[in-house]
T-cell receptor, first 111, second 114 residues
Framework: DQQVKQNSPSLSVQEGRISILNCDYT??????FLWYKKYPAEGPTFLIS?????DKNEDGRFTVFLNKSAKHLSLHIVPSQPGDSAVYFC??????????FGKGTKLTVNP | DVKVTQSSRYLVKRTGEKVFLECVQD?????MFWYRQDPGLGLRLIYF???????EKGDIPEGYSVSREKKERFSLILESASTNQTSMYLC?????????????FGPGTRLTVL
């Protein structure tokens, strides 16, 4: 049973436009959410996070939105750049040291 | 900056060999984790450790064991490598339970078992 779902395996966006990556979760105990970015043959790097007490967190071009009632979060990248092309993983935690990861969305930003 | 290092970036082993993957972190983190990443399956937790000599099974522990003799070092052992263990192995670390649980990853080891 997948507790964290990224339903879009891939997304293609033009440079300069907005990229929106989505993530749904089922476990209402999750209270902390993270996004990681992964280039091929490298480890994931932490991008941005949000606590369940907030509904929005911004860091430069990256904004994460959390809708607790819908159990949905999204990552917005504005403006998108070719260097943003990578696999993005959504992760969640609640009540333990472990993270539960989604299967990832491959973002391609076309010049 | 948090630094997590892994002993090898690429490794090729034969079926039946014993394989050791090592991970070292320099941030005095309590927690350390081993994942494998396979296309279409995301990151799956193999084992994690929340203290020296302490370990817990993750979602896919079969065929693996771990060792944590020092706080900064966490080893993953494949007792008898098999071809279905060909994968990207990722180590991560994090502070003890603090409500944020941000994990920091190493560069990964691409293991091929022939």
């Amino acid at each position: 049973d997948q507790q964290v779902k990224q339903n879009s395996p891939s997304l293609s966006v033009q440079e300069g436009r907005i990229s929106i990556l989505n993530c749904d979760y089922t476990n209402s105990m999750f209270d902390y959410f993270l996004w990681y970015k992964k280039y091929p043959a490298e480890g994931p790097t932490f991008l941005i996070s949000i606590s369940s007490i907030k509904d929005k967190n911004e860091d430069g071009r990256f904004t994460v939105f959390l809708n607790k009632s819908a159990k949905h979060l999204s990552l917005h990248i504005v403006p998108s750049q070719p260097g943003d092309s990578a696999v993005y993983f959504c992760a969640a935690s609640g009540g333990s040291e472990k993270l539960v990861f989604g299967k990832g969305t491959k973002l391609t930003v076309n010049p | 900056d948090v630094k997590v290092t892994q002993s090898s970036r690429y490794l090729v082993k034969r079926t039946g060999e014993k394989v050791f993957l090592e991970c070292v972190q320099d941030m005095d983190h309590e927690n350390m984790f081993w994942y494998r990443q396979d296309p279409g399956l995301g990151l799956r937790l193999i084992y994690f450790s929340y203290d020296v000599k302490m370990k817990e099974k993750g979602d896919i522990p079969e065929g693996y064991s771990v060792s944590r003799e020092k706080k900064e070092r966490f080893s993953l052992i494949l007792e008898s490598a098999s071809t279905n263990q060909t994968s990207m192995y990722l180590c991560a670390s994090s502070f003890g339970f603090s409500g944020t649980n941000t994990q920091y990853f190493g560069p990964g080891t691409r293991l091929t078992v022939l």
